[in-house]
């Protein structure tokens, strides 16, 4: 099946500080990719939705200007979580679909802890 | 936009038992509906799926069930193994939309 390559898979950082976390399609194409947010023994909250080349859609509540989204090329898409803060850790992970947008296809997840 | 809804939370069986576990969704233009195994801190792990126009697929200790008209799908494991402890998520996927609405996932854990 398809990889999708996240990196880093663990990160701390200092609170006020950004984050920037890749997700790679290493073997097709992905024109778009999903951002999840996960916390501690919870389901999988969509942040948002990246396509290649046009802005990211935000799912409610999700704030823009906090996690930076950018799609620059058909196998790279990243998050940038800005000026990080402590609740802002929890696990993120991303997923590009399958042809027909059947399958998820998911990156390793990254673990980020803000002190 | 889709609505996805998991039980229970949840569930915990003595091994070589079986478990079900139940999503049901709102939106009725979705037609593909997969199962996940994610276990602590790694990527969830496509298991099983399921398409609208299928009632029942079954793989090995596997199968889920599909009923359109009453919108709800089941994930059954039988003779379970400790292994299959694990957090399952249920899933909703609708073209019209391009997204993939996740249920809010089961803690199976499989006593020996």
């Known amino acids: 099946g398809a990889v999708v390559s996240q990196h880093p898979s663990w990160v701390i950082c200092k609170s006020g500080t950004s984050v920037k976390i890749e997700c790679r399609s290493l073997d097709f194409q992905a024109t778009t990719m999903f951002w999840y947010r996960q916390f501690p023994k919870q389901s999988l909250m969509l942040m948002a939705t990246?396509?290649?080349?046009?802005?990211?859609?935000?799912e409610q509540g999700v704030e823009k200007d906090k996690f930076l989204i950018n799609h620059a090329s058909l196998t790279l898409s990243t998050l940038t979580v800005t000026s990080a803060h402590p609740e802002d850790s929890s696990f993120y992970i991303c997923?590009?679909?399958?042809?027909?947008?059947?399958?998820?296809?998911f990156g390793q997840g990254t673990r980020l802890t803000v002190v | 936009g889709e609505n996805v809804e998991q039980h229970p939370s949840t569930l915990s069986v003595q091994e070589g038992d079986s478990a079900v576990i139940k999503c049901t969704y709102s939106?009725?233009?979705?037609?593909?509906f997969p199962w996940y195994k994610q276990e602590l801190g790694k990527r969830p792990q496509l298991i099983i799926d399921?398409?609208?126009?299928?009632g029942e697929k079954k793989d090995q200790r596997i199968a889920v069930t599909l009923n359109k008209t009453a919108k709800h799908f089941s994930l059954h494991i039988t003779e379970t193994q400790p292994e299959d402890s694990a957090v399952y998520f249920c899933?909703?996927?609708?073209?019209?939309?391009?997204?993939?609405?996740f249920g809010t996932g089961t803690s199976l854990t499989v006593i020996p």
């Open positions: 899933a909703a996927g609708t073209p019209t939309g391009n997204q993939f609405y």
């Open positions: 997923s590009a679909p399958g042809r027909g947008y059947t399958e998820a296809f």
């Open positions: 939106d009725s233009a979705s037609n593909y």
């Open positions: 990246s396509n290649e080349g046009s802005k990211a859609t935000y």
């Open positions: 399921i398409r609208s126009n299928v």
